[in-house]
């Protein structure tokens, strides 16, 4: 984990895992040092904190189209931040000037827990001191940080 500070904005950097790769895997190869943008998914059928992991459906690696009830316009949904995260990510994500970003870190890997396969990520949060400090506050309680 680290923050960093620019001009108005603070960063956060978090590493974790992006769940779901078992559901995906048909339409995308993640390779090491990915970047892919963080969006809400508020009509998500599972849960309506979910926060999706997408890109932009003309790039990328895509073997075929993605079928995702959720998906977004002009976006493939290639996974999604582990629920515990989401919950408050999601939160965080409505303050339009708040972004997200997960990075590629690793190969896939099965930990063997009941969360199917899983790559390495560095997951990037940008947005103003307040924001940010809440939402290393709320990770730090969940113990992602």
């Not at 493939?76 to 582990?82: A, K, Q, S």
Request: with cysteine.
């Amino acid at each position: 984990m680290a923050e960093k500070e620019s001009t108005s904005e603070t960063v956060l950097q978090v590493n974790s895992f992006m769940r779901g790769y078992h559901e995906y895997q048909e339409i995308w190869t993640p390779e090491i040092g990915d970047e892919y943008e963080l969006k809400r998914e508020p009509l998500n059928a599972v849960d309506n904190n979910a926060v999706a992991i997408v890109r932009k459906r003309e790039g990328g690696r895509s073997r075929r189209k993605c079928i995702h009830e959720n998906e977004f316009n002009g976006e493939t949904v290639l996974g999604h931040v582990p629920k515990l995260m989401a919950l408050w990510l999601t939160k965080f994500l409505k303050r339009p000037t708040n972004k997200g970003r997960a990075v590629v870190k690793g190969k896939r890997v099965n930990r063997g827990v009941g969360y199917g396969l899983e790559i390495p990520c560095e997951y990037c949060f940008t947005g103003d001191e307040f924001s940010i400090q809440w939402l290393k506050s709320k990770l730090e309680e969940e113990g992602f940080l």
